[in-house]
Protein backbone atom coordinates (compact mmCIF):
# COMPACT_ATOMS: atom_id res chain seq x y z
CA UNK A 1 0.00 0.00 0.00
CA UNK A 2 0.96 2.88 -1.23
CA UNK A 3 1.78 5.52 1.88
CA UNK A 4 0.02 8.87 0.31
CA UNK A 5 -2.64 6.73 0.15
CA UNK A 6 -2.99 5.31 3.68
CA UNK A 7 -2.34 9.02 4.92
CA UNK A 8 -5.53 9.51 3.12
CA UNK A 9 -7.50 6.89 4.69
CA UNK A 10 -6.19 7.52 7.86
CA UNK A 11 -7.64 11.42 7.53
CA UNK A 12 -10.64 10.32 6.04
CA UNK A 13 -11.18 8.54 9.16
CA UNK A 14 -10.40 10.82 11.32
CA UNK A 15 -12.88 13.10 9.99
CA UNK A 16 -15.65 9.89 10.53
CA UNK A 17 -15.65 9.70 6.36
CA UNK A 18 -16.59 6.28 5.01
CA UNK A 19 -14.28 5.34 2.23
CA UNK A 20 -13.09 2.11 0.10
CA UNK A 21 -10.22 0.86 -0.63
CA UNK A 22 -10.19 -1.17 -3.98
CA UNK A 23 -7.03 -3.90 -4.46
CA UNK A 24 -6.08 -5.49 -7.47
CA UNK A 25 -4.78 -8.97 -6.23
CA UNK A 26 -2.82 -9.16 -9.25
CA UNK A 27 -1.12 -6.26 -9.88
CA UNK A 28 -0.85 -4.70 -5.82
CA UNK A 29 -2.37 -1.55 -8.00
CA UNK A 30 -4.87 0.14 -4.84
CA UNK A 31 -7.56 3.06 -5.18
CA UNK A 32 -9.82 5.12 -2.61
CA UNK A 33 -12.85 5.97 -3.42
CA UNK A 34 -14.91 8.32 -1.42
CA UNK A 35 -18.20 9.47 -0.58
CA UNK A 36 -19.95 11.75 1.38
CA UNK A 37 -18.85 15.70 0.13
CA UNK A 38 -16.44 14.62 -2.00
CA UNK A 39 -17.52 11.62 -4.01
CA UNK A 40 -14.19 10.99 -6.05
CA UNK A 41 -11.44 8.60 -6.60
CA UNK A 42 -7.68 8.66 -5.79
CA UNK A 43 -4.91 5.93 -6.65
CA UNK A 44 -2.93 4.43 -9.48
CA UNK A 45 -5.77 1.73 -9.83
CA UNK A 46 -8.40 2.80 -12.56
CA UNK A 47 -11.94 1.76 -11.87
CA UNK A 48 -14.58 2.55 -14.17
CA UNK A 49 -18.01 3.24 -13.01
CA UNK A 50 -19.50 0.26 -12.57
CA UNK A 51 -16.72 -0.27 -9.63
CA UNK A 52 -16.99 2.59 -8.01
CA UNK A 53 -20.86 1.60 -7.49
CA UNK A 54 -20.12 -1.96 -6.32
CA UNK A 55 -17.47 0.23 -3.55
CA UNK A 56 -19.99 2.31 -2.81
CA UNK A 57 -22.66 -0.09 -2.48
CA UNK A 58 -20.04 -1.95 -0.30
CA UNK A 59 -19.77 1.20 2.21
CA UNK A 60 -23.56 0.98 2.10
CA UNK A 61 -23.92 -2.70 3.37
CA UNK A 62 -20.65 -2.40 5.59
CA UNK A 63 -19.47 -5.13 3.71
CA UNK A 64 -15.94 -6.11 2.33
CA UNK A 65 -15.58 -8.24 -0.18
CA UNK A 66 -14.08 -9.57 -3.71
CA UNK A 67 -15.87 -7.85 -7.03
CA UNK A 68 -17.90 -9.87 -8.35
CA UNK A 69 -15.98 -12.11 -11.45
CA UNK A 70 -12.98 -10.15 -10.71
CA UNK A 71 -9.63 -10.18 -8.85
CA UNK A 72 -10.71 -7.10 -6.77
CA UNK A 73 -11.00 -6.57 -3.15
CA UNK A 74 -13.20 -4.13 -2.04
CA UNK A 75 -12.36 -3.01 1.91
CA UNK A 76 -14.93 -0.92 3.76
CA UNK A 77 -13.79 1.35 5.61
CA UNK A 78 -16.69 3.08 7.42
CA UNK A 79 -17.03 5.60 10.74
CA UNK A 80 -17.58 3.83 13.66
CA UNK A 81 -21.27 3.07 14.94
CA UNK A 82 -22.62 5.41 17.41
CA UNK A 83 -24.02 4.86 20.45
CA UNK A 84 -25.73 7.81 22.36
CA UNK A 85 -26.55 7.39 26.13
CA UNK A 86 -29.32 9.26 27.64
CA UNK A 87 -28.40 9.94 31.62
CA UNK A 88 -25.14 9.67 32.98
CA UNK A 89 -25.96 7.03 35.61
CA UNK A 90 -23.93 4.53 37.29
CA UNK A 91 -24.88 2.07 34.45
CA UNK A 92 -23.81 4.76 31.94
CA UNK A 93 -20.56 4.87 33.33
CA UNK A 94 -20.01 0.93 33.19
CA UNK A 95 -21.62 1.05 29.71
CA UNK A 96 -19.45 3.52 28.53
CA UNK A 97 -16.23 1.92 28.61
CA UNK A 98 -18.17 -1.69 27.26
CA UNK A 99 -19.19 0.16 24.17
CA UNK A 100 -15.90 1.50 23.42
CA UNK A 101 -13.94 -1.42 23.33
CA UNK A 102 -16.76 -3.21 21.36
CA UNK A 103 -16.07 0.37 18.56
CA UNK A 104 -18.76 2.34 19.35
CA UNK A 105 -18.42 6.25 19.61
CA UNK A 106 -20.14 7.16 22.46
CA UNK A 107 -21.86 10.54 23.36
CA UNK A 108 -23.86 10.37 26.74
CA UNK A 109 -26.48 13.17 27.34
CA UNK A 110 -27.79 14.85 30.73
CA UNK A 111 -29.04 18.10 31.34
CA UNK A 112 -27.98 17.94 34.98
CA UNK A 113 -24.60 19.01 35.39
CA UNK A 114 -24.25 16.98 38.49
CA UNK A 115 -24.24 13.81 36.62
CA UNK A 116 -22.66 14.84 33.25
CA UNK A 117 -19.17 15.44 34.46
CA UNK A 118 -15.72 15.26 33.29
CA UNK A 119 -14.82 13.74 36.25
CA UNK A 120 -17.55 11.21 36.32
CA UNK A 121 -16.80 10.61 32.15
CA UNK A 122 -13.03 11.29 31.87
CA UNK A 123 -13.18 9.56 27.50
CA UNK A 124 -16.20 10.01 26.30
CA UNK A 125 -18.34 13.11 24.31
CA UNK A 126 -20.96 15.26 27.34
CA UNK A 127 -23.54 16.67 26.25
CA UNK A 128 -25.50 18.93 29.16
CA UNK A 129 -28.72 19.30 27.07
CA UNK A 130 -32.34 18.15 27.22
CA UNK A 131 -32.40 15.16 25.40
CA UNK A 132 -34.81 16.09 22.49
CA UNK A 133 -32.70 19.17 21.84
CA UNK A 134 -29.41 16.88 22.06
CA UNK A 135 -30.54 14.41 20.42
CA UNK A 136 -31.86 16.41 17.15
CA UNK A 137 -28.23 18.43 16.98
CA UNK A 138 -26.27 14.82 17.10
CA UNK A 139 -28.49 13.15 14.24
CA UNK A 140 -28.78 10.16 14.94
CA UNK A 141 -28.79 7.68 11.73
CA UNK A 142 -28.98 4.01 10.88
CA UNK A 143 -25.56 3.01 12.57
CA UNK A 144 -26.65 4.51 15.92
CA UNK A 145 -28.13 2.94 18.85
CA UNK A 146 -29.68 5.07 21.35
CA UNK A 147 -30.26 3.79 25.03
CA UNK A 148 -32.23 5.44 27.79
CA UNK A 149 -31.15 4.98 31.95
CA UNK A 150 -32.36 8.20 33.51
CA UNK A 151 -35.34 6.42 34.57
CA UNK A 152 -37.23 9.81 34.94
CA UNK A 153 -40.50 10.47 32.13
CA UNK A 154 -39.47 14.61 31.98
CA UNK A 155 -35.92 13.06 30.30
CA UNK A 156 -36.51 9.91 29.02
CA UNK A 157 -39.62 10.66 26.86
CA UNK A 158 -38.55 13.70 24.73
CA UNK A 159 -35.61 11.53 24.33
CA UNK A 160 -37.76 8.55 23.10
CA UNK A 161 -39.34 11.06 21.03
CA UNK A 162 -36.16 12.32 19.30
CA UNK A 163 -34.93 8.85 19.08
CA UNK A 164 -38.62 7.23 16.98
CA UNK A 165 -37.95 10.26 14.77
CA UNK A 166 -34.54 8.93 13.76
CA UNK A 167 -33.46 5.89 11.53
CA UNK A 168 -31.42 4.80 14.87
CA UNK A 169 -31.06 0.78 14.59
CA UNK A 170 -31.30 -0.10 18.04
CA UNK A 171 -33.32 2.20 20.71
CA UNK A 172 -33.45 0.46 24.38
CA UNK A 173 -35.06 2.32 27.41
CA UNK A 174 -34.22 0.87 30.69
CA UNK A 175 -37.24 0.15 33.45
CA UNK A 176 -39.37 -2.50 34.39
CA UNK A 177 -42.27 -4.35 32.39
CA UNK A 178 -44.31 -2.24 34.47
CA UNK A 179 -42.51 1.14 33.78
CA UNK A 180 -42.02 -0.14 29.77
CA UNK A 181 -45.56 -0.17 30.08
CA UNK A 182 -46.54 3.13 31.73
CA UNK A 183 -44.31 4.14 29.18
CA UNK A 184 -45.19 2.78 26.18
CA UNK A 185 -49.14 4.23 26.91
CA UNK A 186 -47.81 8.04 27.34
CA UNK A 187 -46.13 7.57 24.08
CA UNK A 188 -48.78 6.04 22.54
CA UNK A 189 -51.00 9.15 23.74
CA UNK A 190 -48.71 11.30 22.15
CA UNK A 191 -49.67 9.92 18.65
CA UNK A 192 -46.96 6.96 18.14
CA UNK A 193 -47.97 3.71 16.69
CA UNK A 194 -47.73 -0.05 17.59
CA UNK A 195 -45.20 -0.06 14.38
CA UNK A 196 -42.96 2.91 16.23
CA UNK A 197 -43.32 1.69 20.10
CA UNK A 198 -42.03 -1.78 18.85
CA UNK A 199 -38.69 -0.76 17.65
CA UNK A 200 -38.27 0.51 21.52
CA UNK A 201 -36.60 -2.74 23.61
CA UNK A 202 -37.79 -2.86 26.92
CA UNK A 203 -37.03 -3.90 29.59
CA UNK A 204 -33.47 -3.07 28.02
CA UNK A 205 -31.30 -5.60 27.56
CA UNK A 206 -30.54 -9.34 26.89
CA UNK A 207 -32.48 -11.54 29.92
CA UNK A 208 -29.04 -12.76 31.82
CA UNK A 209 -30.27 -11.92 35.27
CA UNK A 210 -27.97 -8.91 35.53
CA UNK A 211 -27.94 -7.55 39.20
CA UNK A 212 -25.06 -4.79 38.87
CA UNK A 213 -24.91 -1.77 36.70
CA UNK A 214 -22.04 -3.42 35.22
CA UNK A 215 -23.56 -6.65 34.14
CA UNK A 216 -26.51 -4.38 32.98
CA UNK A 217 -24.35 -2.77 30.95
CA UNK A 218 -23.14 -6.14 29.26
CA UNK A 219 -26.64 -7.12 28.94
CA UNK A 220 -27.06 -3.88 27.31
CA UNK A 221 -24.71 -3.93 24.84
CA UNK A 222 -25.15 -7.92 24.22
CA UNK A 223 -28.43 -6.71 23.02
CA UNK A 224 -27.07 -4.07 20.73
CA UNK A 225 -24.44 -6.43 19.12
CA UNK A 226 -27.75 -8.96 18.57
CA UNK A 227 -29.73 -6.46 17.03
CA UNK A 228 -26.58 -5.22 14.48
CA UNK A 229 -25.53 -8.90 13.93
CA UNK A 230 -27.80 -11.60 14.16
CA UNK A 231 -30.72 -12.22 11.86
CA UNK A 232 -34.21 -11.97 13.42
CA UNK A 233 -34.80 -15.51 13.88
CA UNK A 234 -31.46 -15.69 14.92
CA UNK A 235 -32.33 -13.27 17.65
CA UNK A 236 -36.04 -14.28 18.54
CA UNK A 237 -34.33 -18.28 18.99
CA UNK A 238 -31.74 -16.81 22.10
CA UNK A 239 -34.73 -15.26 24.17
CA UNK A 240 -34.68 -17.26 27.10
CA UNK A 241 -38.55 -18.26 26.73
CA UNK A 242 -38.12 -19.61 23.54
CA UNK A 243 -35.31 -22.27 25.29
CA UNK A 244 -36.33 -26.06 24.99
CA UNK B 1 -22.13 21.30 23.77
CA UNK B 2 -19.45 20.65 26.14
CA UNK B 3 -15.77 19.97 24.67
CA UNK B 4 -14.68 16.38 26.12
CA UNK B 5 -11.89 14.38 24.68
CA UNK B 6 -13.25 11.80 21.98
CA UNK B 7 -13.35 8.31 23.49
CA UNK B 8 -10.31 6.92 22.26
CA UNK B 9 -10.14 3.62 19.17
CA UNK B 10 -9.36 0.53 20.89
CA UNK B 11 -5.55 -0.06 20.37
CA UNK B 12 -6.54 -2.94 18.96
CA UNK B 13 -8.25 -1.89 16.22
CA UNK B 14 -5.92 0.19 15.22
CA UNK B 15 -4.59 -1.18 12.77
CA UNK B 16 -3.86 1.49 9.91
CA UNK B 17 -2.71 4.22 12.19
CA UNK B 18 -0.57 1.75 14.02
CA UNK B 19 1.04 0.65 10.81
CA UNK B 20 1.68 4.27 10.12
CA UNK B 21 3.49 4.72 13.10
CA UNK B 22 5.75 1.82 12.79
CA UNK B 23 7.06 3.63 8.98
CA UNK B 24 7.75 7.08 10.79
CA UNK B 25 9.64 5.42 13.15
CA UNK B 26 12.12 3.76 10.37
CA UNK B 27 10.88 0.36 10.69
CA UNK B 28 9.64 -1.71 6.99
CA UNK B 29 5.61 -2.96 7.95
CA UNK B 30 4.10 -5.29 5.69
CA UNK B 31 -0.31 -5.26 5.86
CA UNK B 32 -2.32 -8.68 5.52
CA UNK B 33 -5.80 -8.72 4.56
CA UNK B 34 -8.30 -11.51 4.87
CA UNK B 35 -10.08 -11.54 1.33
CA UNK B 36 -12.09 -14.38 1.22
CA UNK B 37 -13.26 -16.74 3.85
CA UNK B 38 -14.54 -20.55 3.60
CA UNK B 39 -16.53 -22.28 6.05
CA UNK B 40 -15.96 -21.35 9.81
CA UNK B 41 -13.50 -18.71 9.61
CA UNK B 42 -13.17 -16.79 13.10
CA UNK B 43 -12.20 -13.37 11.35
CA UNK B 44 -14.38 -12.07 8.47
CA UNK B 45 -13.20 -10.93 5.19
CA UNK B 46 -11.36 -7.07 5.39
CA UNK B 47 -9.53 -8.24 8.89
CA UNK B 48 -6.43 -6.92 9.05
CA UNK B 49 -2.90 -7.36 10.54
CA UNK B 50 -0.14 -4.84 10.13
CA UNK B 51 3.46 -6.46 11.26
CA UNK B 52 6.80 -4.79 11.62
CA UNK B 53 10.22 -6.13 10.58
CA UNK B 54 10.73 -7.33 14.07
CA UNK B 55 8.17 -10.06 14.08
CA UNK B 56 5.73 -6.82 16.44
CA UNK B 57 1.86 -7.50 14.96
CA UNK B 58 -1.23 -5.96 15.53
CA UNK B 59 -4.73 -7.06 14.18
CA UNK B 60 -5.60 -10.07 13.80
CA UNK B 61 -6.61 -12.70 10.56
CA UNK B 62 -7.66 -15.57 12.41
CA UNK B 63 -8.63 -16.77 15.63
CA UNK B 64 -4.13 -16.57 16.48
CA UNK B 65 -4.24 -19.86 14.58
CA UNK B 66 -2.07 -18.42 11.30
CA UNK B 67 -0.99 -15.30 12.99
CA UNK B 68 2.69 -16.98 13.07
CA UNK B 69 2.39 -18.54 9.35
CA UNK B 70 1.64 -15.26 8.09
CA UNK B 71 4.43 -13.16 10.18
CA UNK B 72 6.75 -15.36 8.76
CA UNK B 73 5.70 -14.76 4.99
CA UNK B 74 5.25 -10.91 6.06
CA UNK B 75 9.39 -10.64 6.23
CA UNK B 76 10.12 -11.95 2.69
CA UNK B 77 7.61 -9.54 1.54
CA UNK B 78 9.17 -6.79 3.50
CA UNK B 79 12.83 -7.81 2.57
CA UNK B 80 12.11 -8.26 -0.76
CA UNK B 81 8.90 -6.10 -1.93
CA UNK B 82 5.52 -7.74 -4.07
CA UNK B 83 2.77 -8.58 -2.73
CA UNK B 84 1.84 -12.01 -2.29
CA UNK B 85 -1.56 -14.30 -1.82
CA UNK B 86 -1.69 -16.95 1.14
CA UNK B 87 -3.90 -19.60 1.06
CA UNK B 88 -4.60 -21.54 4.31
CA UNK B 89 -7.32 -24.31 4.49
CA UNK B 90 -8.42 -27.85 5.43
CA UNK B 91 -7.47 -29.19 2.04
CA UNK B 92 -3.89 -27.80 2.31
CA UNK B 93 -1.57 -29.83 4.84
CA UNK B 94 0.50 -26.32 5.48
CA UNK B 95 -2.22 -24.85 7.08
CA UNK B 96 -2.69 -27.93 9.41
CA UNK B 97 0.76 -27.54 10.54
CA UNK B 98 0.13 -24.05 11.17
CA UNK B 99 -3.18 -25.04 12.63
CA UNK B 100 -6.53 -23.56 11.48
CA UNK B 101 -7.98 -26.42 13.21
CA UNK B 102 -11.43 -24.46 13.21
CA UNK B 103 -12.26 -26.12 9.67
CA UNK B 104 -12.54 -22.95 7.66
CA UNK B 105 -10.19 -22.32 4.90
CA UNK B 106 -8.96 -18.50 4.15
CA UNK B 107 -7.01 -16.16 1.64
CA UNK B 108 -4.59 -13.38 2.78
CA UNK B 109 -3.63 -11.03 0.68
CA UNK B 110 -0.03 -9.25 2.00
CA UNK B 111 1.54 -6.35 0.69
CA UNK B 112 4.27 -4.19 2.31
CA UNK B 113 3.71 -0.63 3.27
CA UNK B 114 5.02 1.96 0.65
Known sequence: ???????????????????????????????????????????????????????????????????????????????????????????????????????????????????????????????????????????????????TLTHDPKLDD????????????YIGALGSRRTQERRLERLRAQGFEAADLARIHGPVGLDIGAKSPAEIAVSILAEIVQVRRAPPAAAEASQPEARP | MNESPEAKATPADDVLATAARWQDQGLKVALATVVATWGSSPRPAGSQLAVDENGRMVGSVSGGCIEGAVVHEAQGVMAEGGTKLLEYGVTDEMAWEVGLACGGSLRVYLEPLD
Open chain 1, 158 to 169: PALDAALASPAF
Open chain 1, 1 to 147: MQRDLLDRLLRLQAAKRPAALVTDLESGRQALVEVGEVGDVTGPLALDETEVAAAVSAIHDDRSMLEADSNRFIRVFNPPMRLIVVGAVHIAQQLVPLAAAAGYDVTVVDPRRAWASGERFPTVVLVAEWPDEALRALAPDRRTAIV
